[in-house]
């Protein structure tokens, strides 16, 4: 494919408003229905809309539960299947709002003034744990109500972590607890409380007990540790499941007898996503890590700009069989491994993404949702064993039937580094390819630095295909899904390590005959803008580049960036007053002189992940020396410009990508 257009026109950047989005697929308790949540880009709105759907496994139409002119999001069944509860932004802030399967009106259930943004049910239906920053004294004193004093908008700042990208103006000192609310409605309680931020509550299966992540480290200002712990329901001392220094670990789950808590994670918190997570059993005994000999990570690594995210847990059936999902070489998959101990083996494979899943209480069935390359994403449900496999949406298959999209060829050559290591990529021929013709090649690189580009739908890729482009990316040395020591050889070593994997992948291509090896472009979000402005600054190879919330200096992005004071320390070695040579050696600005290709700098103005002035120092310095070079701000917007940025933000960046290399290729 990719030769040809056909009777089908070409990809646009506005066809984002012709996508519909499926997510967080949840197997009803009897197995006979996933609800799922539905969301759409509302072009007159200019902004999203999301509701929640039900479907039977056995085929059938998808039914809409809720109709609202808000984001309903994250349906979750009664244990009896009577009811699905489900977050609603629809009278403002994030709350609770319960409907029946046979359907009516949809009940708030709680009016939290912090709103809810995660809730679970207790095993006997009765009562919702929840997730909110609300304190008990705010419950007295609601929102509107007189204040003594007139408030100041100077800002004190006491923690260090005071900003968040996502996150408008400046993080406040409320802390995030568990919360308990009748699911017929009534009046919450608080389960925990003090100075610790509190996720993810799970019920133990006799509904006594919740377990929940939580950091409760003496260091906690400074650390990045994430620890198991489990509390009373009814609020009391929690106790510790998996903690120390040296926990991160999340998504907690128990075994059906209660006896056991499994979760995911490693035990080196400063590493993050440099390293494989892996699945843990902790039983009273000594914690145990079942997927030791996996050599992938666990979770989903994947990143595409196409999708609606749903954080999925891990799944114990009463079997003895415990469900995750895997990272494996530009693929997402779910795995299960015995809980008693034994090998991990693969469930639902392919050459996909598997964005969530979730198990029928019996443990019988999944329901999941997935993508691939030509298709964002669709529910789909199966056996146990992976096998019976069925589709049970098609939300895009009309309007893709109408546009030419292009396959990714996939290929695997070694590293122009000395060691020839053998790098994975993926090659988008244009749309209308013709043999004999050279065609200009865009070259794209990911973020992270430890992302993986999957098998799966990516709007810019296929734009730049049907605008004549060879689209070319790999998953070069930093990139997860290739096993730990790949992911972390980027160390200390940002840039020098991996631009030998992306330079082969680039001559690969190149020797297949039909690029134009005078007409190439590069660009690549965040860390990839910071891949793209180190390689402009170490090639003239390029004729066109469009780097995007980069990072241009490491150490002003110490301590500006929400992640700077820690994420450094692991990739680059130290903080800068100790190891100063590596943030100037390491930080492509130092190389700006050498900078002579055409320059679009992409930037959202509220990035406070590599907040802007990594984009104004560039532009800046490149302006000073006299280099081709422009500058486009979005107001409003922070790092997930490209993926949740408002809709005419998201066509109108997609249009200055196109335009620059229309320009320069
Ligand atoms: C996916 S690996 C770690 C990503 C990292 N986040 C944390 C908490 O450490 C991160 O945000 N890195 C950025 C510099 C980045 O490159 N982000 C990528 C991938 O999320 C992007 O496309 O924005």
């Known amino acids: 494919m990719g030769a040809s257009t056909g009777a089908k026109r070409r990809l646009t950047p506005e066809d984002i408003y012709n996508i519909t989005l499926v997510s967080d697929a949840q197997i009803s308790p009897d197995g006979r229905h996933v609800a799922y949540t539905q969301t759409i880009l509302d072009k007159e709105k200019n902004d999203y809309r999301s509701s929640i759907f039900v479907v039977p496994v056995d085929g059938g139409t998808p039914r809409r539960f809720t109709s609202a002119d808000a984001r309903d999001s994250f349906p979750r069944w009664s244990p009896d299947g009577s009811r699905i509860a489900f977050l609603s932004n629809r009278t403002g802030k994030s709350q609770v709002w319960m409907i029946s399967?046979?359907?009516?009106?949809?009940?708030?259930?709680?009016?939290?003034?912090?709103?809810?943004?995660?809730?679970?049910?207790?095993?006997?239906?009765?009562?919702?744990?929840l997730v909110s920053k609300t304190e008990a004294a705010q419950l007295e004193k609601r929102e509107g109500d007189e204040e003594d004093e007139e408030k100041s908008d100077v800002v004190r700042i006491t923690r260090i972590r005071f900003r968040a990208d996502g996150v408008s103006g400046f993080l406040d000192d409320k802390?995030?607890?568990?919360?308990?609310?009748?699911?017929?409605?009534?009046?919450?309680?608080?389960?925990?409380?003090?100075?610790?931020?509190?996720?993810?509550p799970v019920w133990s299966p006799g509904g006594h007990e919740i377990a929940f992540v939580s950091n409760r480290t003496e260091d906690r200002e400074y650390n990045t540790v994430s620890e198991i712990w489990a509390v009373p329901a009814r609020g009391g001392e929690a106790r510790p499941i998996a903690t120390g220094d040296d926990a991160y670990f999340g998504r907690p789950v128990w075994s059906v007898d209660g006896a056991a808590i499994a979760f995911a994670g490693h035990r080196q918190p400063e590493a993050g996503g440099a390293i494989d997570s892996h699945v843990w059993v902790a039983d009273g005994g000594a914690t145990r890590c079942l997927t030791e000999g996996l050599g992938r990570t666990v979770g989903d690594a994947g990143i595409n700009d196409t999708f609606a995210s749903a954080n999925p847990g891990l799944a114990w059936t009463p079997d003895g069989w415990i469900y995750f999902q895997v990272s494996d070489s530009g693929n997402t998959h779910v795995y299960r491994v015995p809980a008693g101990g034994g090998d991990p083996?693969?469930?639902?494979?392919?050459?996909?993404?598997?964005?969530?899943?979730?198990?029928?209480?019996?443990?019988?069935?999944?329901?999941?949702v997935a993508g691939d390359p030509l298709n964002p994403c669709d529910v789909y449900v199966c056996r146990a064993d992976g096998s019976d496999e069925r589709r049970l949406t098609a939300v895009n298959e009309e309007f893709f039937s109408s546009v030419a999209l292009s396959q990714p060829e996939e290929f695997r050559v070694p590293s122009h580094a000395d060691d020839r290591a053998e790098i994975h990529g993926w090659?988008?021929?244009?749309?209308?390819?013709?043999?004999?013709?050279?065609?200009?090649?865009?070259?794209?690189?990911?973020?992270?630095?430890?992302?993986m580009y999957a098998n799966h739908y990516f709007h810019e890729f296929q734009l730049l295909a049907a605008q004549g482009y060879v689209v070319v990316y790999t998953n070069p040395r930093g990139s997860q899904g290739?096993?730990?020591?790949?992911?972390?050889?980027t160390r200390a070593a940002w840039g020098e390590k991996d631009m030998p994997d992306l330079m082969a992948a680039v001559d690969y291509v190149i020797e297949q005959g039909y690029v134009d090896p005078n007409r190439l472009g590069v660009t690549g979000g965040s860390y990839g803008g910071y891949m793209t402005n180190w390689v402009i600054g170490h090639t003239d190879r390029f004729n066109a580049a469009v780097t995007q919330r980069c990072v241009s200096d490491l150490y002003s992005f110490f301590g500006t960036s929400d992640i700077g004071f820690n994420f450094?320390?692991?990739?680059?070695?130290?903080?800068?007053?100790?190891?100063?040579?590596?943030?100037?050696?390491?930080?492509?600005?130092?190389?700006?002189?050498?900078?002579?290709?055409?320059?679009?700098?992409?930037?959202s103005e509220e990035d406070y992940r590599c907040p802007i002035a990594q984009a104004e120092q560039l532009f800046i310095s490149l302006k000073i020396l006299g280099r081709e070079v422009e500058f486009v701000r979005f107001p409003n917007e922070n790092h997930n410009l490209s993926r949740s940025g408002k809709p005419k933000h998201r066509v109108e960046r997609l249009q200055f990508i196109l335009g620059w290399f229309q320009r320069y290729l």
């Open 101 to 129: 399967v046979d359907g009516g009106e949809a009940t708030q259930v709680t009016d939290l003034p912090e709103g809810v943004t995660y809730f679970a049910w207790s095993p006997d239906g009765s009562t919702l744990a």
């Open 175 to 200: 802390r995030s607890h568990i919360w308990c609310i009748p699911a017929a409605g009534g009046d919450p309680w608080q389960v925990t409380s003090g100075d610790f931020d509190d996720a993810w």
């Open 345 to 368: 083996s693969l469930v639902v494979g392919g050459q996909r993404r598997v964005l969530d899943f979730s198990l029928s209480p019996d443990g019988s069935r999944i329901a999941f």
């Open 427 to 451: 090659v988008m021929k244009p749309i209308g390819f013709e043999p004999g013709r050279k065609y200009p090649l865009v070259l794209e690189i990911h973020g992270g630095p430890h992302g």
């Open 482 to 489: 290739y096993g730990t020591e790949y992911a972390s050889y």
């Open 568 to 603: 450094g320390a692991y990739e680059w070695g130290g903080v800068p007053w100790e190891v100063r040579e590596n943030y100037v050696r390491l930080s492509p600005i130092t190389y700006v002189e050498n900078m002579k290709t055409p320059l679009l700098i992409i930037h």
